[in-house]
């Protein structure tokens, strides 16, 4: 296929079908809108082309600037190449391989002592005062893009809502972070427009305390222009570990190379919808590629890369007496096999403790829809692993006093 | 070249406050702390201690293990009685060796765990038709060829079906299996414990215990590495025909073919650097079932693991003192005679390898190459299997202090395991 530049490959992303066996959803048909698959690696391709690359040939000042510590800058610094310079001004930069890339792609990065990465009114040195700032002063050398305000940001979304419908007409709910709120905005706009039966509109957050880059909680978002409570049917939450670990069930079930937003996403629909009786099509925004998050996972799930995993962050173990074990609650055995052979806990599957925790580092075995209850000797050496499920929002517990303590044993 | 003791501090501090004029006939000094140091070395471990009590027949020490909470190991009627007049809890002595009818039916009487070592003890004890609590010991765990296994102790595994025939429907309660073998390897342990764990899960799925016997060895020397060197020293002198060992094979070195000298491997065992608790440790982190530690499946499982210690618990817990009675010299060199004997010393169970501490009078500052001999009328009397040096020529009335004389030390005196003195018969 042939273009005459890397702008009008933004776009046109593929659709891809989630198995079954990844989103384990009953009556739901999953769809994965492909914007990592945008040229520079995400959603916000799109709206660097239409704020900056469709206008560009209107745009007198020397420097295009924004505010944005990542996949805005990155497009934007892509599009502009020789024919403008790119500066961003922005809160301190928490993922060094984003910033690492700005500079290799000759951006004038400004980085503000706050740590934030949205904007904060309340703060006279908050990225987008200081632009508005410079802008005000040097108006012959800035063209401020203005992603939070510029109406081109939703716009340019309303064609990525025009590929869905076209590709699955019977959409029947739409799910995507909300960021500077420009993609649910004009995703969802368009769907509500020119489709009969309106798709149920979903927006994902981040829980306050969680951090997920590109993320924002309900408190961050009176800095963006576009943001309407009321405009989504449902909004959900999550948090850093549930971003994580849905991005890693994309990444390893599925092949699909996300960054945690995305898997922050896929979490909260599956949370959505697991009870869901009515057939239904879903799709959610992919929205950037995992690569820039590597140092993150590093940080915030050290057990993939067999680091020592950080204790006192986990949560402490909770632990359940033989009469209280949830009905429903998957059993496991953890002690070694010739004990299980010898006296296996009745109804129990066995996975000792050592394999446990290998698959745990690997990948995620547990669903969130069960609880899990880990067997032990004494109960005790089940804890930590009960810490671990916990922080992945497994329901996991700890069987008090262990097989020594049980009357079944 | 000396061979220096590992010497506890407080035995250290107590050896050099003696006179020669305290002691003039030989003595034994015990230290109960240094046992009970031993025995809380080990104590977090999960592996349940018995004394071996046929390694002492010091009071004090069978004190210590009750107080201590840790097992012991009786071998006779006698030990059995002593046991039990000390306070021992009955539940907390297992009875090992050869039983004849007497001692089985006082074991069960007191419901003793016991360690079954012959099909006719089994037999025995279904007649008496008690409850009772065995253990089965085997002769031949591993599939190796080892040395132990052609041990006079035990039931071939061969029997273990028999075995299962004899006890099913009686009150006879299998509670696991036992072996014992000198100075055997973690790593054939760790075989041992597999062997044992699969007949219990073949044969008696309610037993939980493995008892892996004793015969630990003991870091003797305070610098294990330096008795090859004394080993190589030895070898070397004996090939240029000089007498500086006693005895036909001192430390296994002998001559062979081509009238060649060569050590074997015996002559490596004071080498040995590892502690009783390091060698414990070796064995819960045996690898057995693929890749499953042997301390990961006693706790899983409960299933208790034993051992049954002598030298080795009893380490470092005794000294003996020998007041000199003179110097002589002999076609070898100079003769030490004590005054005292080689019965007096643990030397008939495994000799004091290190070199023992001369205190003495003489102000001469002159190392002296010795043997040291005893007041037998013997030629094997003879303290040590080489000559040692001596910081100075000894004179009349000083001590010769050889230390880990704690186990075994009486073994000669009395009759072994307290068993009774033989009647004597005049026959005209």
Same mark, same amino acid.
């Given at each position: ?15 891809? %079908? ?35 690359? #469709? ?34 001004? =922005?809160?301190?930069?928490? $993922?060094?391989?984003? %910033? ?29 005062? *200081? ?13 401020? =893009? ?26 029947? #709910? ?100 697991? #009870? ?53 609650? $998957? ?79 | ?13 107590? *050896? ?10 030989? =003595? ?31 009071? /004090? ?5 009750? /107080? ?41 009487? %007191? ?185 990961? $499946? ?128 005049? $026959?005209?």
């Amino acid at each position: 296929m042939k273009y005459e530049s890397i702008a009008e490959t933004v776009g046109n992303t593929p659709l891809v %079908k989630i198995s079954k066996e990844t989103h384990r959803l009953d009556n739901v048909e999953l769809y994965a809108k492909m914007e990592m698959m945008n040229p520079f690696g995400s959603v916000k391709d799109r709206i660097g082309k239409k704020m900056y690359w #469709d206008n560009k040939e209107h745009i007198s000042q020397n420097t295009i600037i924004e505010s944005s510590s990542g996949n805005t800058a990155k497009a934007l610094a892509a599009l502009t190449g020789t024919k403008h310079k790119f500066k961003t001004v =922005t809160n301190r930069i928490q $993922i060094e391989y984003v %910033k690492k890339l700005l500079k290799i792609l000759n951006t004038d990065i400004v980085e503000l002592p706050g740590t934030n990465e949205c904007p904060d009114p309340t703060n006279p040195q908050n990225p987008v005062a *200081v632009i508005e700032q410079e802008v005000k002063e040097q108006s012959k050398e800035y063209y401020h =893009t203005n992603q939070y305000f510029n109406q081109e940001n939703p716009e340019a979304h309303r064609e990525t809502g025009k590929e869905i419908l076209k590709d699955l007409p019977g959409i029947t #709910d739409f799910f995507a972070d909300i960021g500077t709120s420009g993609t649910t905005r004009g995703i969802g706009e368009y769907l509500r427009e020119n489709k009969e039966n309106s798709p149920n509109i979903h927006g994902v957050l981040t829980e306050g305390g969680s951090y997920v880059p590109g993320g924002r909680d309900m408190n961050e978002l009176f800095e963006t222009g576009f943001f309407q409570k009321e405009f989504y049917d449902h909004i959900h939450n999550g948090t850093t570990q549930d971003a994580i670990n849905g991005m890693l069930h994309l990444i390893q079930q599925e092949g699909i190379l996300c960054g945690p937003t995305t898997g922050l996403v896929f979490k909260a629909l599956r949370k959505e919808l697991k #009870d869901t009786k009515r057939h239904k099509k879903v799709v959610f925004i992919a929205c950037d590629r995992m690569e820039p998050y590597v140092e993150y996972l590093e940080k915030h799930r050290p057990s993939i890369f067999n680091n020592k995993v950080e204790e006192q962050s986990l949560p402490e173990p909770q632990s359940v007496s033989e009469d209280n074990i949830p009905p429903n609650a $998957i059993l496991v055995d953890t002690r070694v096999p010739y004990a299980y052979r010898r006296s296996g806990y009745p109804k129990s599957i066995n996975i000792p403790l050592n394999h446990l925790e290998e698959l745990l580092q690997e990948t995620t075995i547990f669903s969130e829809d069960k609880p899990v209850v880990l067997i032990c000797a004494q109960g005790e050496k089940t804890k930590k692993v009960v810490s671990t499920l916990l922080s992945q929002e497994i329901d996991a517990y700890n069987l008090e006093g262990g097989t020594r303590a049980s009357k079944k044993v | 070249m000396k061979i220096r003791a590992e010497v506890p501090s407080n035995i250290q501090s107590y *050896v050099d406050t003696l006179t020669s004029s305290e002691i003039d006939y030989p =003595t034994r000094v015990y230290f109960p702390e240094v046992l009970r140091r031993n025995i809380q070395f080990v104590e977090d471990l999960p592996i349940t201690v018995y004394l071996a009590h046929k390694a002492t027949k010091t009071q /004090e020490f069978l004190t210590i293990a009750k /107080e201590q909470s840790i097992g012991i190991d009786v071998a006779s009627e006698q030990e059995l009685e002593n046991a039990l007049r000390t306070g021992i809890d009955p539940k907390k002595i297992e009875a090992t060796g050869p039983k004849n009818k007497a001692f089985i039916k006082k074991v069960v009487e %007191k419901d003793i765990l016991i360690s079954v070592d012959s099909l006719y003890e089994l037999q025995t004890i279904k007649e008496m038709n008690v409850p009772t609590r065995v253990l089965i010991r085997i002769a031949n765990p591993s599939d190796k060829e080892i040395f132990f296994s052609k041990t006079k102790f035990g039931i071939q595994k061969k029997h273990i079906t028999t075995v299962k025939q004899i006890v099913d429907g009686t009150k006879i309660d299998v509670q696991g299996f036992h072996y014992h073998g000198d100075g055997i390897s973690a790593s054939m342990r760790g075989q041992i414990t597999k062997f044992f764990l699969d007949q219990i899960e073949t044969y008696f799925p309610k037993a939980n215990k493995i008892n892996l016997g004793g015969g630990f060895s003991e870091k003797r020397l305070r610098n294990p590495q330096n008795w090859h060197k004394l080993i190589q020293n030895l070898i070397e002198k004996k090939k240029e025909g000089k007498l500086t060992t006693w005895g036909t094979k001192p430390y296994g070195i002998q001559t062979g073919k081509n009238n060649q000298v060569v050590g074997s491997d015996q002559a490596l065992l004071p080498s040995k650097s590892k502690t009783f608790r390091e060698q414990l440790l070796q064995i819960l982190t045996q690898q057995i079932y693929s890749s499953t530690a042997v301390r990961d $499946i006693l706790e899983d499982t409960n299933i208790e693991l034993l051992v049954e210690p002598g030298h080795a618990l009893l380490y470092n817990t005794g000294i003996a003192i020998f007041p000199v009675s003179h110097t002589k010299k002999i076609q070898r060199g100079n003769l030490v005679v004590v005054n005292g004997n080689t019965f007096m010393i643990s030397k008939q169970m495994r000799e004091p390898y290190a070199d023992p501490e001369l205190l003495t009078t003489n102000k001469e500052q002159k190392e002296y190459e010795a043997f040291i001999g005893g007041l037998l009328c013997r030629d094997d009397d003879i303290f040590m299997s080489r000559q040692i040096t001596l910081n100075k020529k000894p004179q009349t009335g000083d001590l010769l202090v050889f230390y880990n004389q704690g186990s075994y030390e009486s073994y000669q005196e009395g009759t072994p395991q307290s068993h009774p003195l033989p009647e004597t018969k005049i $026959i005209q």
